[in-house]
């Protein structure tokens, strides 16, 4: 009867011990799901700011064709007196 009695106390034991477990797993998954969530809105301003970057950089470089074009041509094709 006693070895019954301990079986039982031991399975109590095993069973609290797994629900702290469950807990931290919970408690992990909310954490997890906290920075997931964070992490998107930081991938979403970083790809604005790369779309801003590449529209910035492909703006200047028309305008750096556009002065090499206007201060070119006219020593190409300069009118010859």
């Given amino acids: 009867m006693a070895d019954l009695h ?21 408690v992990n ?4 799901k906290h920075f997931t969530s964070a992490a998107e809105k930081e991938l979403i301003s970083a790809r604005k700011a790369q779309w801003s970057a590449h529209k910035r950089m492909c703006c200047l470089t028309v ?12 020593i190409m094709f300069g009118t010859q007196s």
Avoid at 29 to 32: E, G, I, M, P, Y
Avoid at 63 to 74: Q, S, T
Wanted: proline share 3%; glycine share 2%; charged share 15%.
């Fill in 6 to 26: 301990q079986m039982m106390v031991d399975l109590a034991q095993l069973i609290e011990h797994q629900g702290e477990i469950l807990n931290v797993i919970e």
């Fill in 63 to 74: 305008m750096m064709l556009c002065i090499v074009m206007i201060v070119i041509f006219p």
């Fill in 29 to 32: 998954v909310a954490k997890t």
